[in-house]
């Protein structure tokens, strides 16, 4: 059985978050919190989008499923699973994330580095359930150490290994990223049947079409311009060594990975009653 996917572009983030569902029960995978880093300010828009298009269609969540803790946008699990239900997921090597980025910001004592703040951590390979669905998590380290893809049925949900054909891959310099890493997990993916429809978490469109989330596996390997087929690992390193030198820090990283190392939940408020968030100066 194929799932039935809606997608819902949140254009501040260039984040796609999707529900995947039977027409019973669902998942929904790399939610978006809105966030004014401005201000300080997070609301819910891009969420009830979502939580109205799951209540409209009587869908029971099952899952909040997150590909890896997101450097560009806040999550918003914790909220949609108060208004929906279901587990908040990702793959278990968020620890080794937790544990590099609790040193960084100095966390409270006891923030713990076990995911235990996650409903659920898939080891690689792991099959589950959204309803009549048959789901597998697959660990495709590289972009971070904890990337995960969600194969259901003829759809994989690829996170942020590949982007659309004519935009590439993503960065490899985020503590604990690995170049090499991310090559053999996109060619893990791209040995998925031809046919296999991918699903991107963003798009970052030339200035010649619309933004675009849906490709296949045929179309990667003959067209991706970082990791078409012929493209060797080396030349692939190379590459992406070059390219990531000259990219900035996303405008959300400080406060979204602060967030997403909790499975999207603030940290505990201080004395005052207040939370806050930390900018470590010179930190990254």
């Known amino acids: 059985m194929n799932p039935h996917i809606q997608a ?37 828009a891009s969420a009830d989008r979502v939580a109205a298009y799951v209540r409209e269609n009587g869908l029971t969540t099952q899952w909040l499923l997150e590909t890896h803790a997101h450097a560009d946008h806040l999550s918003a699990a914790p909220y949609l699973q108060r208004q929906l239900g279901g587990v908040i997921a990702i793959g278990q090597s968020i620890r080794a994330v937790q544990g590099v980025f609790k040193q960084i910001f100095n966390l409270e004592p006891e923030f ?105 596996v045929a179309e990667q390997r003959a067209a991706n311009i970082h990791v078409h087929d012929g493209i060797s690992e080396d030349d692939f390193v190379a590459m992406r060594t070059r390219r990531d030198a000259t990219l900035s820090m996303p405008t959300l990283i400080l406060p979204a990975i602060q967030v997403n190392i909790r499975a999207g939940h603030f940290p505990p408020p201080e004395d005052n009653g207040v939370r806050y968030l930390k900018i470590p100066i010179d930190g990254l």
């Open 112 to 216: 713990q580095l076990d995911g235990s703040q996650f409903g659920h951590l898939f080891a690689d390979g792991e099959t589950f359930r959204i309803g009549a669905l048959e789901a597998t998590a697959i660990h495709v380290p590289g972009h971070t150490p904890a990337d995960m893809a969600y194969l259901v049925g003829d759809a994989a949900f690829v996170g942020d290994t590949m982007f659309m054909p004519d935009v590439g891959t993503a960065r490899c310099d985020f503590p604990g990223g690995d170049a090499h890493q991310l090559y053999r997990s996109i060619q893990r993916l791209l040995r998925l049947p031809g046919g296999t429809r991918l699903f991107m978490c963003h798009d970052y469109p030339p200035p010649a079409r619309e933004v675009c989330w849906q490709t296949s």
């Open 8 to 44: 819902f572009f949140d254009p501040v983030t260039a984040t796609v978050t999707y529900v995947v569902h039977d027409g019973s029960a669902c998942a929904i995978v790399d939610s978006v919190l809105d966030y004014d880093p401005k201000s300080g300010r997070s609301s819910t």
